[in-house]
């Protein structure tokens, strides 16, 4: 066990010198945040339809009923989940489960045949604006002759002023500011990237440069030497995420609502992901052009479809399962609940397995993959 | 415990079509050095390699050290050092870095003092701070041979460790591998240099993946049957195109200022020659081959590098 670690050791030493001597690639791990931040500061606007909705309906009525399908013609409402309790429909707002949950209170249809416009509440997970503004828009067109048949069919005459006063609350981030959208979720691409690609990069140059020959006519196994590389990474990849979340909180003042010790946990995972697939890579490229060529192929996808630069559910369904396989989808809306929602451990549990069990696999695949020999 | 440091039989390795190395078997007893010698592409490097541990053969056995080679190459590791051709220590290291990585990798206790006594031995004391990447060939060579040897194994596998370096450094590098092997060290060094062949107690050619030819430097000579004839004179070297392609004669070669006229039919060889001795002005002797003659006539007899 102590001469593991220390083999561990001695691979660890090795590359946190040669980080040290290599100052432009540690120059660029650290310039590459603060430039991306500025770059992508403000973006993106799209325009997904059926998300996700729960309903909580009070008193059933034909009413309620016709509303919901006027919702659900909207082409934005696509009512997944029945809820009885308010608090149950918070839960799947604050998982992410659903993006809105339509409230249609007690007297709905009382007030409403007696002329009054009665209200309904629409909660949105406004944590990411882009997804859920359009939806909240459409409903304030709702026409007014939505409910004219049910009712002149009740024997009440058709009101010609707004049928109803939805009231919005938008959950998470009142304003719609994309800014509080896309930082955190910079975070997870920038991590992405940096990581994947320098641990990718750690273990071809070896090869390239003939070392590793050296390296395999030592007693070091692969466990150790992906121990070893992987760990001083970790460290580069926390000092990422301190500038990240400083110009998050002072440069875009976004909220951070949730436990950062849980987010920095969150972090450790996802960066251990992140260079596990890069040592996947070093495992498969026979030189840098090469490690560099498959690090971007894994990074186009993880940035189109993992909801960063385009809301998840606007996506065709094979492009969302696509989108579930990469780590960054996980991680943007684990980052997202714990710092614009305030996700606490049991909100987060459904987006962690997931990095656990790519964690395992990648790991298990690199670790097979790793030559022993020079065949 | 057996006392051959090498013990292989039937080693073969091929890369796609290519045969690399077949059955080569070598048996080569503890504290002796033994030269490995052949021509570009011969084997050399896959053998060396598989007798680490870096390479599997496809077919073969036998052991290294008393290990097998098949199935304990981690234990082989750990007391064997290999050099490899090419310079594979981290060039963004210093000298004392490198030597401290290599320490912690063997997981060797007193690193500091090993570290110390290993660059005190090779005087590279001054330099201990110097990036490896920085260092001229010869001061990259001592480097890897303290590395090799900071471990201290008990068989150390050279591979061409003086390619490329000048002939003061080679020598000091003979001479340490000398003092070595009087402490117990065994050692294969594969070269191309004749001196260096000399310099072995024993010599194995490899040509084409196959051994063909083994023993001390006489026996090789002698189990040649070469027959040379060596020409003095001025404008010797003018003889040269004459002489090449006669019958009888097998090889000639300029070297040393002198020609090396060479067959493996003596009969032959004096009828071919003896216009020629009757030109005034040269001296021609009849002597034993050198090392170099009988390589030469080998490598020829292998025919044009296949690879």
């Known amino acids: ?375 | 415990m057996t006392a051959l440091a090498i013990d292989v039989r039937g080693l073969t390795k091929s890369f796609g079509p290519t045969r690399a190395v077949s059955d080569v078997a070598i048996a080569m007893p503890k504290g002796q050095v033994w030269g490995f010698l052949g021509p570009n592409g011969s084997g050399k490097t896959t053998t060396l390699r598989m007798l680490c541990g870096l390479l599997k053969p496809d077919a073969g056995e036998g052991t290294c050290l008393g290990y097998d080679i098949l199935a304990d190459s981690a234990r082989i590791k750990r007391e064997v050092g290999y050099m490899t051709q090419k310079f594979s220590f981290w060039e963004d290291l210093s000298i004392r870095e490198n030597l401290e990585f290599v320490a912690r990798a063997y997981s060797l206790g007193r690193m500091n003092q090993r570290v110390d006594e290993a660059i005190e031995r090779l005087g590279l004391g001054h330099r201990q701070r110097q990036l490896a990447g920085a260092l001229s060939g010869g001061w990259k060579q001592r480097l890897a041979l303290a590395a090799c040897i900071l471990h201290e194994p008990k068989l150390l596998l050279l591979d061409e460790p003086t390619a490329g370096v000048d002939p003061q450094a080679r020598r000091d590098f003979w001479d340490q591998i000398h003092h070595l092997s009087a402490e117990g060290l065994t050692v294969l060094v594969s070269t191309h240099y004749m001196d260096e062949a000399e310099r072995c107690d024993r010599i194995v050619y490899i040509a084409y993946g196959n051994v063909v030819a083994r023993g001390t430097v006489q026996e090789v000579i002698t189990s040649s049957g070469l027959e040379t004839w060596i020409v003095e004179g001025e404008g010797v070297r003018q003889l040269l195109t004459e002489l090449s392609g006669k019958p009888g004669i097998d090889h000639v070669a300029y070297f040393g200022a002198v020609l090396h006229v060479s067959g493996r039919d003596a009969a032959a060889l004096e009828r071919a020659i003896a216009t020629f001795r009757a030109l005034p002005g040269f001296t021609w002797t009849k002597t034993r081959p050198s090392l170099e003659d009988v390589f030469i006539d080998l490598m020829q007899r292998q025919g044009a590098d296949k690879r």
Do not use: C
Not at chain 1, 28 to 40: A, E, N, R, Y
Not at chain 1, 60 to 65: A, L
Not at chain 1, 330 to 344: E, P, S
């Open chain 1, 1 to 375: 066990m102590i001469r593991w670690l220390q083999r561990t050791w001695a691979v660890l030493i090795k590359e946190f010198i040669q980080m040290r001597r290599d100052r432009l690639t540690f120059a660029m791990l650290i310039g590459i945040p603060i430039v991306q931040l500025t770059l992508f500061g403000y973006a993106i606007n799209t325009d997904p339809k059926n998300l996700p909705a729960a309903v909580h309906i009070i008193e059933e009525s034909r009413f309620s009923r016709t509303l919901l399908s006027a919702l659900r013609n909207t082409g934005y409402f696509e009512f997944t989940h029945i809820v009885t309790t308010e608090a149950e429909g918070a839960k799947l707002l604050k998982e992410g489960t659903v993006a809105f949950v339509v409230t249609v209170p007690a007297g709905f249809e009382r007030r409403l045949l007696r002329g009054e416009a009665p209200q309904i509440l629409i909660e949105a997970d406004a944590s990411d604006p882009s997804a859920a503004s359009n939806a909240l828009a459409a409903i304030a067109q709702l026409p007014a002759t939505v409910f004219a048949r049910d009712l002149s069919e009740a024997g009440a005459s058709p009101v010609a002023t707004v049928p109803v006063d939805a009231v919005i609350h938008r959950s998470f981030n009142p304003e719609g500011i994309s800014a509080y959208n896309i930082v955190p979720g910079l975070l997870g691409v920038i991590l992405t990237m940096t990581m994947v690609l320098i641990t990718a990069l750690a273990v071809t140059r070896e090869i390239e440069r003939g070392t590793m020959e050296n390296l395999l006519a030592m007693p070091i196994t692969p466990g150790q030497v992906m121990m070893g590389k992987i760990i001083p990474y970790i460290f580069v990849g926390y000092i990422q995420v301190m500038v990240i979340l400083i110009a998050a909180r002072f440069l875009f003042h976004v909220p951070m609502i949730g436990s950062l010790t849980l987010l920095s946990g969150v972090l450790a995972l996802f960066i251990a992901v992140n260079l596990a697939v890069g040592f996947t890579i070093s495992t498969l490229a026979r030189n840098q052009l090469q490690a560099m060529q498959m690090t971007f192929f894994f990074f186009l996808p993880s940035i189109l479809l993992s909801g960063f630069m385009f809301p998840f559910r606007g996506m065709p369904v094979w492009a969302q399962y696509i989108g579930e396989a990469l780590p960054l989808t996980h991680f943007l809306r684990l980052v997202r609940g714990i710092l614009l929602k305030g996700a606490g451990p049991l909100e987060t549990a459904p987006h962690v397995w997931p990095l656990l069990l790519m964690l395992t696999l990648v790991t298990l695949l690199a670790m097979n993959r790793y030559r022993r020999t020079l065949d």
